[in-house]
Protein backbone atom coordinates (compact mmCIF):
# COMPACT_ATOMS: atom_id res chain seq x y z
CA UNK A 1 0.00 0.00 0.00
CA UNK A 2 1.36 3.25 -0.91
CA UNK A 3 1.97 5.61 1.67
CA UNK A 4 0.84 9.66 2.53
CA UNK A 5 4.19 10.40 1.85
CA UNK A 6 4.88 8.50 -1.42
CA UNK A 7 1.39 9.91 -2.87
CA UNK A 8 2.37 13.43 -2.55
CA UNK A 9 6.35 13.15 -3.78
CA UNK A 10 8.66 10.55 -3.69
CA UNK A 11 11.18 10.29 -0.46
CA UNK A 12 14.24 11.66 -3.37
CA UNK A 13 12.04 14.36 -4.48
CA UNK A 14 11.25 15.73 -0.81
CA UNK A 15 14.59 15.27 0.41
CA UNK A 16 15.69 17.22 -2.86
CA UNK A 17 13.31 20.15 -2.01
CA UNK A 18 14.78 20.05 1.50
CA UNK A 19 18.07 20.40 0.61
CA UNK A 20 16.86 23.16 -2.12
CA UNK A 21 15.24 25.05 1.25
CA UNK A 22 11.31 24.14 0.68
CA UNK A 23 9.66 24.38 4.45
CA UNK A 24 7.03 22.40 3.43
CA UNK A 25 9.34 19.37 2.44
CA UNK A 26 10.58 19.82 5.45
CA UNK A 27 8.09 19.70 7.46
CA UNK A 28 6.52 16.54 5.74
CA UNK A 29 9.50 14.62 6.33
CA UNK A 30 9.41 15.23 10.07
CA UNK A 31 6.09 14.38 10.35
CA UNK A 32 6.61 11.06 8.50
CA UNK A 33 10.12 10.49 10.33
CA UNK A 34 7.91 10.94 13.70
CA UNK A 35 5.50 8.26 12.06
CA UNK A 36 8.35 6.09 11.43
CA UNK A 37 7.40 5.67 7.93
CA UNK A 38 9.63 3.41 5.30
CA UNK A 39 9.82 5.97 3.02
CA UNK A 40 11.12 8.56 5.43
CA UNK A 41 14.19 6.45 6.33
CA UNK A 42 14.85 6.47 2.78
CA UNK A 43 14.80 9.79 2.42
CA UNK A 44 17.38 10.32 5.56
CA UNK A 45 19.83 8.02 3.54
CA UNK A 46 19.46 10.22 0.65
CA UNK A 47 19.77 13.37 3.37
CA UNK A 48 22.58 11.67 5.80
CA UNK A 49 25.55 12.99 3.60
CA UNK A 50 24.42 16.53 3.55
CA UNK A 51 24.53 16.33 7.73
CA UNK A 52 27.38 17.37 10.06
CA UNK A 53 27.85 20.83 9.21
CA UNK A 54 25.53 21.99 12.58
CA UNK A 55 25.86 22.65 16.15
CA UNK A 56 23.54 20.64 18.18
CA UNK A 57 23.41 22.51 21.24
CA UNK A 58 21.22 20.51 24.35
CA UNK A 59 19.03 22.10 26.39
CA UNK A 60 18.17 20.36 29.26
CA UNK A 61 17.60 20.46 33.63
CA UNK A 62 14.38 20.54 36.07
CA UNK A 63 10.84 21.94 35.35
CA UNK A 64 10.68 25.58 36.21
CA UNK A 65 14.09 26.02 35.29
CA UNK A 66 13.00 28.46 32.59
CA UNK A 67 14.03 26.88 29.25
CA UNK A 68 11.83 27.40 27.24
CA UNK A 69 12.00 31.37 27.83
CA UNK A 70 16.20 30.49 27.24
CA UNK A 71 15.69 28.56 24.35
CA UNK A 72 13.76 31.45 22.76
CA UNK A 73 16.35 34.69 24.00
CA UNK A 74 19.54 32.05 22.33
CA UNK A 75 17.67 31.47 18.86
CA UNK A 76 16.93 35.47 18.75
CA UNK A 77 20.46 36.01 19.97
CA UNK A 78 21.92 33.72 17.03
CA UNK A 79 19.77 35.06 14.53
CA UNK A 80 21.13 38.51 15.53
CA UNK A 81 24.26 37.26 14.96
CA UNK A 82 23.31 36.11 11.24
CA UNK A 83 22.83 32.43 11.94
CA UNK A 84 19.92 30.30 10.90
CA UNK A 85 18.16 27.85 13.72
CA UNK A 86 16.42 24.63 14.05
CA UNK A 87 14.60 24.03 17.55
CA UNK A 88 13.65 20.76 18.35
CA UNK A 89 11.21 21.20 21.56
CA UNK A 90 10.09 17.63 23.00
CA UNK A 91 7.25 17.48 25.37
CA UNK A 92 6.69 14.30 27.78
CA UNK A 93 3.41 12.03 26.56
CA UNK A 94 0.75 11.10 28.69
CA UNK A 95 0.88 7.55 30.07
CA UNK A 96 -2.25 7.29 29.79
CA UNK A 97 -3.88 8.87 26.44
CA UNK A 98 -0.37 9.08 24.34
CA UNK A 99 -1.24 12.87 23.79
CA UNK A 100 0.89 15.43 24.43
CA UNK A 101 0.49 19.17 25.25
CA UNK A 102 2.99 20.69 23.04
CA UNK A 103 3.06 23.89 25.42
CA UNK A 104 6.69 24.44 24.21
CA UNK A 105 4.90 25.97 20.55
CA UNK A 106 3.11 28.65 22.71
CA UNK A 107 5.84 30.26 24.47
CA UNK A 108 7.93 30.58 21.23
CA UNK A 109 5.44 32.37 18.98
CA UNK A 110 7.75 35.47 19.11
CA UNK A 111 10.01 33.25 16.62
CA UNK A 112 6.87 31.93 14.34
CA UNK A 113 7.43 35.15 12.07
CA UNK A 114 10.93 35.20 11.78
CA UNK A 115 11.90 32.23 8.76
CA UNK A 116 15.20 32.38 9.44
CA UNK A 117 13.91 29.92 12.62
CA UNK A 118 12.50 26.33 12.21
CA UNK A 119 10.51 24.96 15.20
CA UNK A 120 9.09 21.71 15.90
CA UNK A 121 7.10 20.55 18.90
CA UNK A 122 7.70 16.85 19.09
CA UNK A 123 6.36 14.65 22.12
CA UNK A 124 8.21 11.94 23.79
CA UNK A 125 5.91 9.05 23.12
CA UNK A 126 6.75 7.09 26.48
CA UNK A 127 10.51 7.08 25.71
CA UNK A 128 12.64 7.81 28.91
CA UNK A 129 15.79 9.76 28.90
CA UNK A 130 14.17 12.91 27.90
CA UNK A 131 14.23 11.92 24.25
CA UNK A 132 11.71 10.62 21.31
CA UNK A 133 12.92 8.03 19.30
CA UNK A 134 13.07 9.89 16.31
CA UNK A 135 14.45 13.48 17.52
CA UNK A 136 17.95 12.66 16.51
CA UNK A 137 16.71 11.69 13.14
CA UNK A 138 14.64 15.20 13.20
CA UNK A 139 17.83 17.35 14.08
CA UNK A 140 19.40 15.39 10.84
CA UNK A 141 16.90 16.85 8.64
CA UNK A 142 17.53 20.01 10.36
CA UNK A 143 20.93 19.90 9.66
CA UNK A 144 20.35 19.08 6.24
CA UNK A 145 17.80 22.00 5.75
CA UNK A 146 21.14 24.27 6.61
CA UNK A 147 20.59 24.94 9.96
CA UNK A 148 23.61 25.91 11.56
CA UNK A 149 22.57 25.98 14.89
CA UNK A 150 20.14 23.19 16.33
CA UNK A 151 18.71 23.59 19.66
CA UNK A 152 16.98 20.71 21.36
CA UNK A 153 15.33 21.68 24.52
CA UNK A 154 14.60 18.61 26.29
CA UNK A 155 11.38 18.14 29.08
CA UNK A 156 12.66 18.90 31.89
CA UNK A 157 12.27 15.14 33.83
CA UNK A 158 15.86 15.32 35.96
CA UNK A 159 17.51 12.31 36.55
CA UNK A 160 16.53 10.52 33.16
CA UNK A 161 18.06 14.46 31.49
CA UNK A 162 21.05 12.37 30.53
CA UNK A 163 20.49 10.67 27.39
CA UNK A 164 20.61 14.65 25.75
CA UNK A 165 24.64 14.61 26.43
CA UNK A 166 24.77 11.50 23.77
CA UNK A 167 22.79 13.57 21.38
CA UNK A 168 24.19 16.67 21.48
CA UNK A 169 27.59 18.69 20.77
CA UNK A 170 27.75 20.84 23.72
CA UNK A 171 24.96 20.62 26.26
CA UNK A 172 23.75 23.46 28.54
CA UNK A 173 22.14 22.31 32.27
CA UNK A 174 20.12 24.85 33.41
CA UNK A 175 19.31 25.47 37.42
CA UNK A 176 17.38 27.85 39.23
CA UNK A 177 17.51 28.57 42.94
CA UNK A 178 14.99 28.10 45.08
CA UNK A 179 13.69 24.86 43.60
CA UNK A 180 13.75 23.06 47.27
CA UNK A 181 16.78 20.72 46.83
CA UNK A 182 18.98 22.56 44.97
CA UNK A 183 21.63 20.13 44.90
CA UNK A 184 19.33 16.84 44.07
CA UNK A 185 20.09 17.28 40.18
CA UNK A 186 23.79 17.26 40.48
CA UNK A 187 23.54 14.01 42.91
CA UNK A 188 22.11 12.13 40.10
CA UNK A 189 24.50 12.59 37.65
CA UNK A 190 23.12 15.80 35.72
CA UNK A 191 26.40 17.75 36.71
CA UNK A 192 28.72 15.40 34.62
CA UNK A 193 27.01 16.00 31.25
CA UNK A 194 27.09 19.42 31.53
CA UNK A 195 29.67 21.45 28.99
CA UNK A 196 28.41 24.50 30.70
CA UNK A 197 26.28 24.95 33.20
CA UNK A 198 23.61 28.31 33.88
CA UNK A 199 21.59 29.45 36.96
CA UNK A 200 18.75 31.05 35.03
CA UNK A 201 16.82 33.56 37.47
CA UNK A 202 19.76 34.66 37.93
CA UNK A 203 18.15 37.65 40.18
CA UNK A 204 16.53 35.56 42.41
CA UNK A 205 17.88 35.36 46.37
CA UNK A 206 19.33 32.31 46.43
CA UNK A 207 21.60 32.42 42.82
CA UNK A 208 24.65 32.94 44.79
CA UNK A 209 24.00 29.88 46.97
CA UNK A 210 23.35 28.01 44.26
CA UNK A 211 26.38 29.36 42.36
CA UNK A 212 28.85 28.74 45.02
CA UNK A 213 27.14 25.13 45.54
CA UNK A 214 27.95 24.25 41.50
CA UNK A 215 31.54 25.72 41.57
CA UNK A 216 32.07 23.18 44.81
CA UNK A 217 30.54 20.22 42.75
CA UNK A 218 32.85 20.58 40.03
CA UNK A 219 35.79 20.94 42.38
CA UNK A 220 34.87 17.72 43.90
CA UNK A 221 33.99 15.87 40.16
CA UNK A 222 36.10 14.07 38.44
CA UNK A 223 38.99 16.68 36.41
CA UNK A 224 38.16 16.71 32.75
CA UNK A 225 40.49 18.87 30.37
CA UNK A 226 37.59 20.89 29.05
CA UNK A 227 36.91 23.38 32.59
CA UNK A 228 33.35 23.96 32.64
CA UNK A 229 31.77 27.14 32.82
CA UNK A 230 29.07 28.50 35.03
CA UNK A 231 27.27 31.39 33.86
CA UNK A 232 24.14 33.62 35.34
CA UNK A 233 21.18 34.12 33.02
CA UNK A 234 17.86 36.18 33.56
CA UNK A 235 16.11 34.61 30.52
CA UNK A 236 12.97 36.69 30.97
CA UNK A 237 15.24 39.88 30.24
CA UNK A 238 17.68 38.42 28.13
CA UNK A 239 20.81 39.26 30.39
CA UNK A 240 23.81 36.80 29.96
CA UNK A 241 22.17 35.20 26.86
CA UNK A 242 25.54 36.92 25.11
CA UNK A 243 27.85 35.30 27.47
CA UNK A 244 26.57 31.73 26.76
CA UNK A 245 26.66 31.61 23.26
CA UNK A 246 30.22 32.48 23.91
CA UNK A 247 30.73 30.10 26.15
CA UNK A 248 28.98 27.39 23.85
CA UNK A 249 31.41 28.99 20.57
CA UNK A 250 34.21 28.00 23.03
CA UNK A 251 32.85 24.85 23.52
CA UNK A 252 32.83 24.47 19.81
CA UNK A 253 36.33 25.19 19.15
CA UNK A 254 37.76 23.12 21.83
CA UNK A 255 35.53 20.20 20.02
CA UNK A 256 37.26 20.71 17.09
CA UNK A 257 40.53 21.56 18.57
CA UNK A 258 40.76 18.48 20.87
CA UNK A 259 39.33 16.30 18.02
CA UNK A 260 36.58 15.37 20.49
CA UNK A 261 33.68 16.25 17.95
CA UNK A 262 34.81 13.41 16.22
CA UNK A 263 34.44 10.65 18.55
CA UNK A 264 31.38 12.39 19.84
CA UNK A 265 29.45 12.44 16.12
CA UNK A 266 30.88 8.26 16.15
CA UNK A 267 28.70 7.71 19.54
CA UNK A 268 25.80 9.11 18.32
CA UNK A 269 26.34 7.34 15.16
CA UNK A 270 26.05 4.04 17.33
CA UNK A 271 23.58 5.10 19.05
CA UNK A 272 21.06 5.75 16.02
CA UNK A 273 21.84 2.54 14.39
CA UNK A 274 21.07 0.72 17.96
CA UNK A 275 18.24 2.89 18.28
CA UNK A 276 17.17 2.05 14.88
CA UNK A 277 17.42 -1.85 15.75
CA UNK A 278 16.01 -1.69 18.94
CA UNK A 279 12.74 0.20 17.32
CA UNK A 280 12.30 -2.37 14.67
CA UNK A 281 12.44 -4.85 17.41
CA UNK A 282 9.67 -3.38 19.73
CA UNK A 283 7.59 -3.02 16.42
CA UNK A 284 8.18 -6.61 15.79
CA UNK A 285 7.13 -7.31 19.78
CA UNK A 286 4.06 -5.95 19.06
CA UNK A 287 2.95 -7.44 15.84
CA UNK A 288 3.41 -10.89 17.42
CA UNK A 289 2.29 -10.62 20.68
CA UNK A 290 -1.36 -8.60 19.60
CA UNK A 291 -4.36 -10.42 19.26
CA UNK A 292 -7.21 -12.54 20.95
CA UNK A 293 -4.81 -15.38 21.46
CA UNK A 294 -2.15 -13.44 23.16
CA UNK A 295 -4.87 -11.41 25.10
CA UNK A 296 -6.28 -14.64 26.22
CA UNK A 297 -2.75 -15.55 27.70
CA UNK A 298 -2.52 -12.04 29.45
CA UNK A 299 -5.89 -12.67 31.19
CA UNK A 300 -4.35 -15.94 32.27
CA UNK A 301 -1.41 -15.17 33.99
CA UNK A 302 -2.95 -11.92 35.52
CA UNK A 303 -6.33 -14.40 36.78
Known sequence: MTSPLARTASADELAER??????????????????????????????????????????????????STLTTRLAAEYRARGKSVGIVAVDPTSPFTGGAILGDRVRMMELHSDSGVFMR???????????????????????????????????????????????????????????????QAIKAGILEIADVLVVNKADLAGADRLVAD????????????????????????????????????????????????????ADSARRQVRAIVEDRVQRRLERLTAGAEWEQRFASIAA
Not at 222 to 245: H, M, N, Q, S, Y
Request: with cysteine; aromatic share 2%; charged share 25%.
Open 121 to 183: SMATRGVMGGLARSTLDVVLLLDAFGKEVVIVETVGVGQDEVEIARAADTTVVVGVPNLGDDI
Open 18 to 67: LTAGDRLALSRLISAVEAGREDARRALRCLYPKTGRAHVLGVTGPPGSGK
Open 214 to 265: LRGMLQLAEERVWRTPILRTVATEGTGVAELIDAVAEHRAFLEGSGSSRQRR
